[in-house]
């Protein structure tokens, strides 16, 4: 079975600042996507970044960017330039590519507080 | 495009009652997703529908849950009797197609609070 983990349950950091999400999970597989949620306090589930496991370049969304480290099974994510609206609880999460369906399984959440 | 629309975005009911929560996925998505937000289990995909046929319905965690998608722009999840452990917040989220390529949208959900 597959399992995602988020070591991190809160975070903080200073405006402007780079802050770095952890993520690790396993799997057997070899084909899979890994993706970043972004849950405001509005509760909106709101995509952030994905990554596709048989590529080896790291995916980048403006100032957000992951370290996918497909031997290790890390897949963690910086926000550069932090702002007050990233303020969030950030959820990692994982499908098989070859899944009959979009089966996401997510880790538990780190809450990120990005302070004035 | 509007994205996922989720009604109500707050419910409070009392135990026993009967709860109907709505969703109309993304116009052209052929798939819908709900899932189910706790404190202790996280984010859990509760059923999953392609053109309007519901494919894994592994996650529903008892028979008091069933869910409908009687056509393409609309969705039912309905707990009856609803029960103090079913408070949670629910999503739906709609994607092109169900395979795994397709991003999910998540709509903003529904805060379920059974007493």
């Known amino acids: 079975a597959q399992t995602v983990t988020q070591s991190q349950p809160e975070m903080s950091v200073q405006e402007a600042e780079t802050v770095t999400l952890s993520c690790t999970y396993d799997?057997?597989?070899?084909?899979?996507?890994l993706f970043w949620y972004k849950q405001p306090p509005s509760r909106q589930m709101i995509l952030v970044i994905r990554?596709?496991?048989?590529?080896?370049q790291n995916a980048t969304e403006n100032r957000f960017s992951v370290n996918f480290q497909k031997a290790a099974k890390s897949f963690s994510l910086k926000i550069s330039d932090s702002q007050l609206g990233d303020t969030a609880m950030y959820f990692c999460?994982?499908?098989?590519?070859?899944?009959?369906?979009?089966?996401?399984?997510f880790g538990q959440g780190t809450e990120l507080s990005v302070k004035p | 495009d509007a994205g996922v629309i989720q009604s109500p975005r707050h419910e409070v009911t009392e135990m026993g009652q009967e709860v109907t929560l709505r969703c109309k996925p993304i116009?052209?998505?052929?798939?819908l997703f709900w899932y189910r937000q706790t404190m202790m289990r996280g984010l859990e995909l509760l059923i999953y529908?392609?053109?309007?046929?519901?494919?894994?319905d592994s996650g529903m965690p008892e028979d008091r849950f069933s869910a409908k998608m009687p056509n393409a722009s609309f969705s039912t999840l309905k707990i009856q009797p609803s029960e103090p452990r079913d408070s949670a917040v629910y999503f739906c989220?709609?994607?092109?197609?169900?395979?795994?390529?397709?991003?999910?949208?998540f709509g903003p959900g529904t805060r379920l609070t059974v007493l």
């Open positions: 529908f392609n053109n309007n046929v519901p494919i894994d």
């Open positions: 116009s052209g998505h052929n798939s």
């Open positions: 999460a994982f499908v098989l590519a070859y899944n009959q369906g979009g089966k996401l399984i």
């Open positions: 799997t057997s597989e070899n084909n899979y996507y």
């Open positions: 989220a709609s994607s092109l197609t169900y395979r795994s390529t397709d991003t999910q949208y």
């Open positions: 990554q596709e496991a048989y590529k080896q």
